[in-house]
């Protein structure tokens, strides 16, 4: 029976750059043009740079921009990531979302999406989150760097600012006067509204009292009752 033929391998000399056939297990040789000895294994593609090329292949991580609420340093993170650490302060970063469905008395910090359900009540509370949906009761101070969202159902007694005011359509709300950085009017709004930015009435809105804002849309179809002052930030 003949004997099984070895798999081989071309390598390059590292001294003149040869190429030869090498047995595949072989540990070193010798260069056939230029004599000189060097290792098969250590010519031969690591295995580092195996995986450092399919990593450079994968599609990269999405990343998320927070800010630190303790020293305000600007932090880059996964998009998926729950917590991380500041890079200054080393203080701890909260990124998760939190769900409200039942009676709380809790400070909240985090990055994250924060949502109190219709029989959720949170109270004696202050709260810093990255983007709000109020459907229950509130009571306390809210800060809403990306966006706030209220429903009809919504009960709110103290505070709150906002990146985005939001008021989805077939819902309304009524407050004396609010201050945010921009807003989406698709339901019924009764306020005297300012904003940083542009302010956003769409075809479904019902908006009554005074706007102050950067810029404002108006869809045909919203109805609009109050003065208007537009091209300067509130």
């Known amino acids: 029976m003949p004997a099984k033929k070895q798999d081989k391998v071309r390598v390059a000399c590292p001294q003149c750059g040869n190429l030869q056939l090498e047995p595949a297990s072989a540990y070193s040789t010798i260069c056939k043009k230029c004599h000189a000895h060097f290792l098969v ?28 609420f303790q020293c305000g340093t600007a932090l880059d993170v996964p998009a998926t990531a729950e917590s991380t650490m500041c890079k200054r302060c080393s203080s701890h970063v909260d990124l998760r979302d939190y769900n409200i469905t039942h009676a709380v008395s809790k400070n909240f910090r985090t ?14 509370t202050e709260v810093m989150v990255g983007a709000a949906i109020i459907k229950g009761k509130f009571l306390g101070k809210l800060n809403a760097t990306r966006s706030l969202t209220i429903y009809s159902s919504a009960d709110i007694k103290g505070s709150f600012t906002a ?4 008021i989805p ?17 698709g339901g019924e709004l009764v306020t005297n509204l300012r904003a940083e930015g542009t302010v956003l009435l769409k075809a479904t809105a019902r908006f009554f009292g005074d706007v102050e804002a950067r810029g404002l849309v108006v869809e045909s179809g919203a109805v609009v009752v109050g003065a208007m002052k537009i091209g300067s930030p509130a």
Do not use: D, M, S
Request: proline residues 6%; charged residues 30%; glycine residues 8%.
């Open 163 to 166: 990146g985005r005011l939001i």
């Open 41 to 68: 294994q250590e010519v031969r593609q690591p295995a580092a740079k195996v995986e450092a090329t399919a990593k450079a292949r994968q599609p990269p991580i999405e990343q998320k921009q927070v800010i630190c």
């Open 111 to 124: 990055h994250g999406r924060f949502v109190i359900e219709e029989k959720g009540y949170l109270f004696n």
């Open 169 to 185: 359509e077939g819902n309304h709300f009524r407050w004396p006067e609010i201050k945010v950085g921009a807003a989406e009017i």
